[in-house]
């Protein structure tokens, strides 16, 4: 059929698709045969991305030391 017979009836739809069908299926034959002859079967690992950088630790909101030294402040409820 034409490429660019435009006749939409029915019957023409079904011809047309059914030519369209037969080429794609030829198409994939030819390339199922294409990559098996050059050993195609097997797929290349994919390539390794390089390991991302380790993020800069964020600036601590309080200094090291006072959290290990005892607070200068008094506890809200007294330890009896």
């Known amino acids: ?3 660019h017979d435009n006749r939409q009836s029915m019957k ?3 011809r047309k698709s059914q ?3 037969k080429a794609r299926l030829k198409r994939q034959k030819l390339e199922r045969k294409a990559s098996a002859a ?3 079967a097997k797929k290349a690992p994919p390539a390794k991305k390089a390991p991302k950088a380790a993020a800069p630790p ?3 909101s309080a200094p090291a030391t006072a ?3 005892e607070s200068s402040t008094p506890p809200t409820t007294p330890s009896a």
Do not use: F
């Open 1 to 3: 059929m034409g490429k």
């Open 19 to 21: 030519v369209k069908k």
């Open 38 to 40: 050059h050993g195609g």
């Open 58 to 60: 964020a600036p601590p």
């Open 67 to 69: 959290a290990t030294e």
């Open 12 to 14: 023409m739809r079904r």
